[in-house]
């Protein structure tokens, strides 16, 4: 995840249609995910309704991370606490943090899957938050 700027975030809007987007990104210790965005975008809009996202980072040469967890938009002190987490990874997007339409929305895992591709076969691994396999047990 530290190598990867970008990621590709999905969420379902409220007729159960899916959207994507590439965003940058920061990330916690716990592997909770840290989007900036306008609040008025589709996907703050989509996880303000549903709050089920699945992310995709990496499509390299090394492997690909899928994610999936829930979003929910951060508020008051806790949206500046993790907006600094964003910046360091992102620091060029500091400049939106005073614009009034900016929010930041934090996506915790439910399930990952690390796919390592740089070798065959291809070595998978899987953890699943719900059943209390995480990748920091």
């Known amino acids: 995840m530290n190598s990867h700027p970008h990621l590709v975030v999905s969420s379902i809007d409220k007729d159960g249609k899916p959207q994507s987007a590439v965003v940058g990104f920061g990330q916690t ?19 303000k309704s549903n709050p089920n996202v699945s992310v995709v980072i990496g ?12 979003a929910r938009i951060l508020l008051g002190k806790e949206a500046d606490k993790y907006s600094e987490i964003y910046f360091k990874k992102n620091p060029t997007a500091r400049r939106y943090k005073e614009d009034p339409h900016e929010t930041y929305i934090l996506i915790t895992p439910t399930w990952l899957r690390f796919t390592e591709v ?6 998978i691994h899987e953890y699943n938050y719900e059943s209390g396999s995480t990748p920091l047990a």
């Open 59 to 70: 499509w390299g040469e090394e492997g690909t991370i899928q994610y999936e967890g829930t």
């Open 29 to 47: 210790e716990e592997l909770e995910l840290i989007v900036g965005t306008s609040n008025d975008s589709r996907k703050a809009e989509n996880i």
């Open 118 to 123: 740089a070798h065959y076969p291809w070595t």
